[in-house]
């Protein structure tokens, strides 16, 4: 009940994403897996230009499929709106992500008239074993 | 199997937490209810003077209640070694707290050799209308 | 020109403060020392109790200080508006506080329609050995 | 007397950098341009592909710089240890950053044996006008 509705599905929020970023390269580029309820699923696929020396995926990457994710997970609840902006991003990097396509997870924490607060998790190569998690505030058109 | 299996139970850190907070009233303690592994759950129970105006339980009362669950966390599962602090807690204050109950979750997302970096979520209402949700992580004593 | 020019100087503030925590005690409450265009400088006086297990000042005191030093940065320069609250609050702990008075400065890092986004920084033996240090964002009201 | 000495200046942090990432594009790479002690200045020239929808720089630019500048202050510091990890990156969005050269200042909060905390700063207009502030934590090789 208290789970905020989806207003699009995936690929209605993917054609919103490829609208926000016509110049993004394909290879790479986030896509929307699953919405749900308060929800999204995202995988990018791997480049080898992703990491960095130490043979882990940069961070860099990882803070940007972070941001992503929670943009997806924002426009799939409140709809057609791009001017959405990244108020805060908090990081915690857990451990090297080794290369592998690179999964997230976005859990909306609360979406507010002004706000909205999103969970977002990352890995390559488990749930189990999370490369990152991000804290991510958006702030709303009014 | 990724998961760190604790080494105490919930009476076993309870016992922990009085000997480091021996002069904590009993009244508004948290205590720790449930331990599993890589996650604990716990409660405080309410005082009015936890209130700030608007009716709402006051910020510094979420903010210690996250910090003590991070640590009960984190001395479930590396057991009787006080001496870990807190090195970093980054709150997000999602809606005001109603006067009740206070709940808290906390879950391991990484517990390294020098550090553990907790999620934590409060509420007093429901799990699915959160409070507070917090990244807190602990240096580990050597 | 950019910074914020304050509409309350430090007794304005301070009677604001007590008239939104009437309940504090006198002793350990903290007063406004000094308001500047983007700036105020605030001072708890040291209660034995803010003490925790090693000898140094409880994380808990030092985040509510710094979400009060913020709380009074914000009146400061908005005015009388109480009902201002604090969205996150992120902090680092750096090193064990000393028992002494506590000393607080908080700056102004933007001050919008919506957010107003501080950074305030904590100590008590000198502002060359920082406690700690907290990003703290609070929600203008309408 | 309490702020660290650094150990290597500017050019001998920038060779450093250019060790550590040496695919990097010149163009837009950041380049240290002074350092001192607890404290190093960068910039980045601009590059048309920074810019996101709304004409102004994209957040994931200046997350990359934030880090890159932490980085540069921590090496300043300890010298020529690469293997040095960022652990947490909390970073605030100020204001739009309009197109322009980026510039950053890195001060070090704290440097301990396993940790070092530092505030960044980012803007393009003006150091009154800041667009981003972050604060970052790396985990220093043992």
Not at 7 to 28: I, M, S, T, W, Y
Not at 60 to 78: K, N, Q, W
Not at 79 to 86: K, P, S, Y
Not at 88 to 100: H, V
């Amino acid at each position: 009940m208290a789970k905020p509705e989806p207003k699009l599905d995936a690929e209605g929020v993917n054609a919103l994403l490829r609208r926000a970023f016509p110049q993004a390269p394909e290879q790479g580029f986030p896509r929307v897996l699953a919405v749900e309820p308060g929800r999204v699923r995202l995988a990018s696929s791997y480049r080898p230009d992703m990491l960095r020396p130490g043979g882990v995926i940069a961070g860099p990457t990882l803070m940007s499929l972070a941001d992503t994710a929670a943009y997806a997970l924002v426009l799939a609840h409140i709809g057609d709106r791009l001017m959405t902006v990244t108020s805060q991003l908090n990081m915690s990097f857990l451990r090297g992500a080794r290369p592998g396509e690179l999964q997230a997870e976005a859990e909306m924490l609360r979406l507010g008239r002004r706000l909205a607060v999103c969970d977002v998790r990352i890995w390559t190569e488990s749930p189990e074993r999370l490369a990152a998690q991000a804290n991510v505030t958006y702030a709303l058109p009014e």
